[in-house]
């Protein structure tokens, strides 16, 4: 996610020395400055964070380990602004939330993706309110998400008026005991006062706990001009960066919160419904710095990975039993964590070797595809006992031709498999596997695109 934002803090740190000079500071500087401007970080931004660095490093002693000391301590300031982290429930429920942006910013997708995060990771009881009645399909698209992702949704096609609806629906919302409440609002082309009268009369009728300010993030430094008109209106409490996963540059997300004085809450990675990241400066600062973010990766896993589940599955993995159903549920489970590519990068020492991982995409990836049609031309008992594959060609063969793919196929896959299932035996039990371990473990297998 931040790959070229540590690729160029790194190649500063590498100009200096365990003990150095003024000289090499200022190199390691100039080439920190560099990237970051190149990454498209905010000048301002940039010319602040050199400043603590380069005054911290000077005042505990030049070197590699106070440099990065300093630079881990300057990026966490410069990301940190007044106001909450992560989501916040009100102590009073429903915690309402309104999202604010202009036209295809991501506000609807956000409002899907934010409800499926506190539904799936927070276990809330979460409402979503169509209150875009400007474009003619937006409610509808709203409701596509809902049924889509089994999450609730109030509307109302006859509604004139969009701050009608989001009271009448904050109503039911409270009625009916909802934890949260997240409004999608109208977006429009350029800032314009329709608009924010509007939004500025749902203010003042719903009373948010926070209104979300949704950017993209491939508009660059526009996102913090519009970013900054919005607060002055409506004194927005958060930032939601969408389309990161398009932005290759990255520096955005470095400069928001520091240029608009309000923080960056979450990110959107990609399209799908599980593709949205809490941003929190540390967790962020360590998998920038390359050293994960086990504290993120827990909390996903954790709310997704049922624990008795898991233990049954570790059970069998100890025995060597682990079979192709179980596999097939593993990958059912994985799809709800988003992104392979942000879940590697959270465990400490990943991050340097992502670069050679495609980005793997568990519904489309043409090899997970394989794999499960593979499976499904399994009978009961075979995907239960995966030996009766590993000896028999003739129902390799049987198997190929059921799934549409060839025998060398199967028998790749199956070796895999098989590969895979030892390796799991070996750490099943281990609280996290040893990292020499893991990198072996990672680099037998095939990462597919
Ligand atoms: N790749 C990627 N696409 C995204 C992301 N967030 C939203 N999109 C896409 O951006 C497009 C616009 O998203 P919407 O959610 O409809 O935007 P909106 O702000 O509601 O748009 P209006 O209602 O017209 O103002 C859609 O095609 C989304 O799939 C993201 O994080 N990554
Ligand atoms: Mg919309």
Do not use: W
Not at 259 to 277: C, H, M, S, W
Request: charged share 35%; with cysteine; hydrophobic share 40%.
């Amino acid at each position: 996610m931040f790959d070229r934002i540590s690729e160029g803090f790194k190649s500063a740190i590498n100009k200096i020395r365990m003990k150095d000079d003024e000289k090499a500071l200022k190199k390691a500087l100039d080439e920190l400055k560099k990237n970051l401007l190149k990454a498209d970080v905010h000048f301002k931004t940039v010319k602040d964070l050199l400043k603590e660095v380069e005054v911290e490093t000077k005042r505990a002693g030049i070197g590699k380990a106070n440099f990065l000391k300093a630079l881990d301590k300057a990026l966490k300031d410069i990301l940190t602004a007044p106001g909450n982290y992560g989501f916040v429930f009100s102590p009073k429920p429903p915690t309402v939330v309104m999202m604010t942006g202009l036209q295809g910013s991501g506000k609807t997708t956000t409002t899907a993706k934010l409800a499926n995060y506190l539904k799936t990771f927070k276990k809330k009881k979460v409402l979503m309110v169509a209150a875009d009645l400007q474009r003619l399909a937006a409610v509808e698209q709203l409701k596509q998400l809902a049924e889509a992702n089994d999450l609730d949704i109030c509307y109302d096609e006859n509604a004139k008026d969009a701050v009608e609806v989001a009271k009448k629906c904050l109503d039911k919302a409270k009625e009916k005991f909802y934890d949260v409440v997240i409004i999608d609002t109208a977006g429009r082309l350029a800032i314009d006062e329709e608009l924010m009268d509007e939004l500025v009369r749902m203010k003042k009728e719903v009373n948010p706990d926070e209104i979300f300010y949704v950017a993209d993030s491939l508009t660059g430094k526009d996102a913090i001009n519009t970013a900054k008109a919005f607060d002055e209106k409506l004194d927005i409490t958060g930032v939601i960066l969408t389309k990161y996963d398009g932005d290759s540059k990255g520096g955005v997300a470095l400069s928001i919160a520091h240029q608009v004085g309000k923080p960056l809450r979450f990110i959107g990675t990609g399209e799908k419904i599980a593709d949205i990241e809490v941003f929190m400066p540390e967790r962020i600062v360590s998998r920038i710095m390359g050293a994960g973010d086990i504290e993120g990766l827990v909390e996903k896993t954790s709310a997704v990975i049922d624990e008795k589940e898991a233990k049954k599955l570790t059970k069998k993995l100890k025995k060597g039993q682990f079979n192709y159903d179980d596999f097939l549920k593993q990958l059912e489970q994985m799809k709800k964590l988003g992104s392979m590519k942000n879940l590697l990068s959270m465990i400490p020492g990943m991050g340097n070797m992502l670069k050679q991982l495609g980005d793997i995409d568990l519904e489309n990836s043409e090899e997970i595809k394989k794999i499960k049609a593979m499976i499904n031309s399994m009978t009961k008992k075979e995907r239960e006992n995966p030996h009766l594959i590993k000896e028999s060609a003739s129902r390799r063969r049987r198997i190929a031709k059921g799934a549409g793919l060839s025998v060398q196929e199967v028998n790749r896959i199956n070796k895999q498999f098989q590969n895979a299932a030892k390796m799991a035996k070996k750490f099943a039990g281990k609280k996290m596997p040893d990292m020499n371990e893991l990198m072996k473990m990672t680099q037998g297998l095939k990462f597919p695109k």
